[in-house]
């Protein structure tokens, strides 16, 4: 084999080995340029992604913020509830001693009143059982301007004229 032979086998071979290189070097860029193309396929889904978690987050935090004022609203609504029953039972007791008050009065008014009938003054008959009976007599347990109480024990003026 000759020299020429020789050299001409090592610059094919040479070239070989280059063209070779160079499609792998090609091979790789493309291989590379396609995973860049997915990086950013990928970066974008996950920007459009996040934005989405982000607007879910900013419903959440709202969401959160009315729970805690609706919260606030029902404890100021029990609270004034409960200063309003306060209120009522005030109201309520005041009502029952002015009532008791009132009694004292109306059975001291009886008291005073020669006109107004005694408990022993008072005689059941068969018919009106519970009726009162007139010491004046006129029947009905009433005469004009006297007072008498009904089954409450409440007084009931009569502005009859005889």
């Known amino acids: 084999m000759s020299t020429n032979t020789v050299v001409w086998i090592v610059i094919a071979a040479v070239v070989a080995l280059l063209v070779i290189a ?34 879910r987050d900013l419903v959440a935090q709202q969401t959160e913020a009315k729970a805690r004022a609706a919260e606030a609203e029902a404890e100021a609504k029990a609270a004034e509830a ?25 059975k001291l008014a009886d008291e005073l009143d020669p006109h107004t009938p005694k408990a022993e003054d008072m005689q059941p008959d068969a018919q009106g059982a519970g009726k009162h009976e007139d010491p004046y007599g006129g029947g009905q347990g009433v005469v004009q301007g006297q007072t008498v109480t009904d089954q409450h024990g409440h007084p009931v003026t009569d502005h009859r004229t005889r």
């Open 22 to 55: 160079a499609l792998a070097m090609l091979a790789r860029k493309r291989r590379n340029q396609h995973r860049h193309l997915e990086a950013q396929r990928i970066r974008e889904e996950v920007q459009e992604h996040h934005q989405h978690v982000e607007k």
């Open 82 to 106: 409960a200063r309003l029953r306060n209120v009522a039972s005030t109201h309520r007791d005041a009502v029952t001693t002015s009532r008791q008050e009132l009694d004292e009065r109306r």
